[in-house]
């Protein structure tokens, strides 16, 4: 089935230390976002990828980056992540940048940090 | 600034029973709506959804509500199951501005 997927789903690192979270889909869409989704919240889009083009939304902090290498992958990279970082992090895929259609969710990477 | 707001963070309802879920948008602008259902663990998946040319729109047990004079959406679910728990999120999106903003999200417990 074409499907969403994020490795890993459970990811611990150290306080200041890099991660990367992945995202790869088979469903061919455009467009693929980054969320960041606290206990008992909303998810909180970090930014998105329209093709190779980036827009990061204006409130997520420096210290994440994202890579979309081609269509199927994009990586989230957090360079010093710090203990409020800590959080569900979620791909989507969108066929359409203008959001006309629903987003195709994976089940996320739970980020704990040491 | 504008956002998506729920009425109920919390309910519980009976097995059997229909829900009913509200939200609340403030974007005149939006014109696409979206229900997803979190399941603990997963991430949201697409229930329904509703355009705002569009009342009402029905699946299998869950219709979808739109009045767009007071900007109130609902998702009701018809003999409630077990397996409806989860965390229901609306969605607001105006495709002309590229714009999807979520609402606060409410928890849904199925009493067996």
């Known amino acids: 089935d074409a499907m969403v997927i994020q490795n890993p789903r459970y990811q611990v690192t150290q306080f200041g230390k890099p991660v990367t979270l992945s995202c790869s889909q088979t469903l061919n869409h455009n467009v693929m976002y980054w969320y960041q989704q606290k206990s008992s919240q909303a998810p909180k889009l970090l930014f998105h990828y329209y093709d190779k083009d980036f827009n990061n939304e204006a409130d997520t902090p420096d210290n994440f980056q994202s890579r979309r290498p081609n269509t199927s992958f994009c990586f989230l990279d957090i360079r010093s992540p710090g203990l409020g970082d800590a959080a569900m992090y979620l791909c989507?895929?969108?066929?359409?940048?203008?959001?006309?259609?629903?987003?195709?969710f994976g089940d996320g990477t739970r980020l704990s940090i040491l | 600034g504008e956002s998506v707001g729920l009425h109920l963070p919390t309910l519980s309802v009976q097995e059997g029973d229909n829900s009913i879920i509200n939200c609340a948008y403030s974007n005149s602008a939006s014109d696409y709506f979206i229900w997803y259902k979190q399941e603990s663990g997963k991430g949201p998946q697409f229930i329904i959804d509703?355009?705002?040319?569009?009342d009402k729109r029905q699946g299998q047990r869950v219709t979808v509500l739109l009045n767009k004079t007071v900007k109130h959406l609902s998702l009701q679910i018809a003999a409630t199951q077990p397996g409806d728990s989860a965390v229901y999120f609306c969605a607001e999106i105006d495709t002309g501005g590229f714009k999807t903003i979520f609402g606060a999200g409410t928890r849904l417990f199925v009493k067996a």
């Open positions: 989507a895929t969108g066929p359409r940048r203008d959001g006309n259609q629903p987003q195709h």
């Open positions: 509703i355009r705002s040319n569009m």
